[in-house]
């Protein structure tokens, strides 16, 4: 294996890992507020390697993690997709921020994130929105607190698999 | 030599320039055009409950990778443990008594579940040759349309629309089945209706779900029903998806809103079934 191969093979591997955690280890009343560990190691990677991961990642892992957990086919491949290209546009000014403000851009944009995953694109939920269902906000605000507070040991741990294992 | 892509060459100096170019917006916007059409293949043909449940069955044996680290934690501790220490667990291990408790401690938890079982069995007044014992998988985060992932055997007759009960009551319905799992759609599911009668007043509706941790609500009731706070609620039977005569829930909101020409019945469901792990698939006759 060389070793272009073999620096894909690591980061992907981490994205399976993430994957797996995600699906199966927490338990049911955790569920709605726990962190996306597929979306901070992938944001993770777009801001570390932008050139090693790409479309493809952002798909592949968006369209798998909508058939493990029965959202809309496609819904996470686009939200993935965006927020690849968010990271990619504006990775120079998001490496270089501090570990607190990081944070910070990763709750804003988890609680966009949670929103438009509620949005009710098959008209099957008419008598409320994702705004005015206080319990979904109160949950999205948590889901984005912990994922900002995760942010820091998961760019810290990854950082540190990246220089350890992922030779340039 | 470093791929071209990886730098710019300066007009001015003709030196180079190393940047990591960002995505080009056409290949995005080609990418999301995929997952559009991805969408429009869900809602219009529902592409996605065709393979998700086939894509489970490739998951699962990656499952078991997730429960590797916590096994080898478990088992490394004897590593760093002295030989004076292991010594002594040796010693302890030869007591007869420690093995009867060991032996104890395990008759007791094979009781326990197998209590668990007897009372799903004791549950079922229906037909039993109807029923199919299933176990819980994984449950997906999706809050207003949260899956049960339930494994069957590779030669169960589990069928589409087949309901998922627990000894407490009905938890959903089968929409999707491959060889090794069936996918649920829970009553909390906002997708999910459920034809009911209630308890005292005997009167008809459908449950609605909301989405996990809310309550469900009954469709389209006349503001005259004579319904009951604390009123249980059992499936009705009609159109022949569930059962007839299991429990459902129990009512614990009326509101007359001035502005609806319905009544706003909630329901609340059984959140506890959610945390078991073995269930009953009734097959519909």
């Not at chain 1, 995953?117 to 319990?135: C, G, I, K, Y």
């Not at chain 2, 009905?170 to 999707?176: E, F, P």
């Not at chain 2, 469900?216 to 004579?226: C, D, M, N, P, S």
């Amino acid at each position: 294996m060389n070793r272009e191969s073999k620096n894909q093979f690591l980061i992907y591997l981490t994205l399976c890992l993430s994957l797996l955690l995600d699906v199966y280890v927490f338990p049911v009343s955790f569920m709605a507020i726990k962190p996306s560990l597929v979306l901070l190691v992938l944001i993770y990677w777009n801001m570390a390697l932008p050139d090693r991961v790409g479309i493809a990642a952002a798909l592949l892992f968006g369209t798998l993690i909508d058939l493990l957990e029965g959202s809309l086919l496609g819904l996470h491949g686009t939200l993935f997709l965006l927020i690849t290209y968010m990271c990619q546009r504006f990775f120079y000014q998001f490496r270089v921020s501090g570990l607190w403000q990081q944070s910070i851009i990763i709750f804003f944009l988890c609680i966009l994130y949670k929103q438009i995953l509620a949005l009710d694109l098959l008209n099957v939920n008419e008598s409320q929105t994702n705004l005015s269902d206080v319990l979904y906000f109160t949950h999205s605000l948590l889901f984005a607190l912990f994922s900002a507070l995760l942010w820091s040991p998961v760019l810290l741990i990854l950082r540190y698999y990246r220089r350890r294992w992922i030779k340039i | 030599m470093m791929p071209k892509r990886e730098y710019k060459v300066s007009y001015i100096s003709s030196e180079a320039i190393f940047a990591v170019p960002a995505m080009k917006p056409s290949k995005v916007i080609l990418a999301m055009l995929l997952c559009f059409t991805l969408m429009l293949s869900d809602i219009y043909f529902g592409a996605s409950s065709k393979i998700r449940t086939y894509a489970h069955d490739v998951f699962m044996p990656l499952s078991t990778l997730v429960n590797l680290p916590l096994n080898l934690i478990s088992k490394s501790g004897d590593v760093f443990k002295t030989r004076y220490t292991l010594r002594k667990e040796l010693d302890e291990f030869r007591i007869e008594n420690k093995k009867l408790r060991v032996t104890n401690q395990f008759l007791e938890k094979v009781s326990k579940e197998n209590e668990e079982l007897n009372r799903l069995w004791s549950s079922a007044r229906l037909n039993l040759n109807n029923y199919s014992l299933v176990k819980k998988r994984t449950i997906s985060s999706n809050e207003f349309q949260p899956l049960l992932i339930v494994d069957i055997s590779s030669d169960s007759s589990i069928d589409l629309n087949d309901s998922l009960i627990t000894d407490k009551g009905l938890i959903g319905r089968v929409i999707a089945s491959s060889k090794y799992s069936a996918e649920v759609m829970l009553l909390h599911d906002v997708r999910s209706f459920v034809p009911v009668i209630s308890e005292k007043s005997k009167l008809h509706a459908n449950i609605k779900g909301g989405g996990l941790g809310r309550s469900g609500k009954l469709q389209y009731v006349k503001k005259t029903a004579a319904y009951e706070l604390g009123e249980k609620v059992y499936s009705s039977g009609i159109a022949d998806t569930f059962p007839e005569g299991v429990y459902v829930g129990e009512i614990v909101s009326i509101k007359d809103l001035s502005d609806s020409e319905f009544l706003e019945v909630e329901i609340s469901f059984l959140q506890s079934p959610l945390n078991q792990d073995f269930y009953f698939v009734y097959e519909n006759e």
